[in-house]
């Protein structure tokens, strides 16, 4: 695997300099883009409450607000910002058409040069079923918004594994918070400052990757035990567990509590029988999850039934995107192959 890596680099190490460049260019337009959006809603605020704010009388505003001389002159700016802003957006999307079209062709060259015996595609339609059938994610249905980014088929060991990159933005806690703040004067406009102008403008990442509740890897397949029900293995956190306590779509689980001190300090339990939920995470199998945990470095998620196997890893990045930063080293291809060889051999491993 590591002379494949090193080939791999060397035929790609120029196009990842392009694709650092073209992401800086990128993040530049889309920083100007929300930062004259802000002025823009700022100047509508300042606009609207003029009329009960002595303060905007000041020297500094007046030259903006409409009198009977001069009474469109609060359109002058914003007509400006308008201009400004569409002008940016012009800049934005085009330099974020061609930043994404370089990605995904060095991603697709990487993929294919690094596992040949495998399908590889980009225009995979987002595995709904699969995902809603996991159970991992305790508010997303069936008309959740779930967006693929790639797919990945391969056959080892008699046993199909089927390896996707999602990105899904859930109705949880957080987001139905935000929503109710979205329904009160004053604060909704504090929110979108928050959530769609200073994240994006504080944040280096691209603005269609900063709304996910999760973006990371996800794989299915077949489990050569027969359940009843289902067992579902989550990362030991907080978020995790108050939305799995709120959430009403899992009202049949029991929390499963196990003996290895290890495991759980690393994951919650959670399934529809405690009996056969001890009969799938065997002592063996445990050790092999927290394992499998260290060699991903990040969180992960598992679940059993119906002969199913289902495995999510987090990565706030994406699996077919490129991490932030500099693109220089051999580490960000070591990374893809390692993560990719992984969960092709998990039916192996587990």
């Given at each position: 695997m590591q002379?494949?890596?090193?080939k ?12 650092c460049?073209r992401?800086k ?14 002025l ?7 606009f609207?409450v003029?009329n009960y704010?002595?303060i905007l ?9 409409p009198?009977?001389?001069n ?8 007509a400006?910002l308008?201009?400004?802003l569409y ?8 330099a974020?058409?061609?930043f994404k ?6 991603m697709a ?9 495998v399908?590889?595609t ?15 994610f305790?508010?997303v249905?069936?008309d959740?918004?779930?967006y693929s ?31 109710g703040?979205m329904?009160i ?6 929110v ?7 994240k994006?403008?504080?944040s ?12 990371g ?10 359940l009843?029900g289902h ?14 306590l ?5 009202k049949e689980?029991q929390r ?6 290890r495991?759980t ?6 399934g ?13 199998l445990m050790?092999?999850i927290?394992?499998?945990?260290e060699?991903f470095?990040?969180p992960?998620?598992l ?7 289902y ?5 706030k990045?994406?699996?077919?995107s ?5 693109l ?6 070591e990374?893809?192959a390692?993560?990719?060889?992984t ?8």
């Amino acid at each position: 695997m590591q002379h494949s890596v090193q080939k791999v680099y060397t035929e790609t190490s120029k196009a990842l300099n392009d694709i650092c460049k073209r992401r800086k260019r990128t993040l530049f337009f889309q920083k100007i883009m929300w930062g004259i959006t802000g002025l823009y809603l700022l100047l509508m605020i300042l606009f609207i409450v003029s009329n009960y704010v002595s303060i905007l009388e000041l020297p500094i505003f007046k030259s903006i607000l409409p009198t009977q001389n001069n009474p469109y002159a609060n359109m002058y700016p914003i007509a400006g910002l308008l201009v400004l802003l569409y002008i940016t957006t012009f800049f934005f999307t085009r330099a974020f058409q061609k930043f994404k079209l370089k990605e995904m062709e060095s991603m697709a060259k990487m993929v294919k040069m690094l596992f040949p015996q495998v399908e590889f595609t980009q225009g995979a339609a987002a595995p709904i079923k699969e995902v809603v059938n996991s159970k991992f994610f305790s508010w997303v249905k069936k008309d959740t918004p779930v967006y693929s980014y790639g797919q990945i088929r391969g056959r080892l060991s008699n046993s199909i594994v089927n390896i996707a990159d999602i990105g899904i933005v859930e109705h949880n806690i957080s987001n139905k918070v935000t929503g109710g703040l979205m329904h009160i004067p004053i604060l909704n406009m504090l929110v979108v400052f928050y959530q769609y102008i200073f994240k994006n403008m504080a944040s280096n990442t691209m603005a269609d990757n900063q709304y996910f509740t999760f973006r990371g890897m996800f794989c299915w397949l077949q489990f050569k035990k027969k359940l009843n029900g289902h067992t579902v293995v989550l990362p030991n956190n907080p978020t995790t567990k108050w939305d799995r306590l709120a959430s009403l779509n899992f009202k049949e689980e029991q929390r499963i509590h196990l003996e290895d001190p290890r495991f759980t300090d690393n994951f919650r339990v959670y399934g529809t029988d405690q009996v056969e939920a001890r009969y799938v995470l065997s002592s063996s199998l445990m050790e092999r999850i927290v394992a499998l945990k260290e060699k991903f470095d990040r969180p992960i998620f598992l679940s059993f039934q119906n002969r199913q196997m289902y495995l999510a890893v987090l990565n706030k990045n994406g699996l077919f995107s490129f991490p932030l930063g500099k693109l220089e080293g051999i580490k960000v291809i070591e990374e893809l192959a390692n993560d990719i060889d992984t969960a092709l051999g998990i039916s192996n491993g587990l």
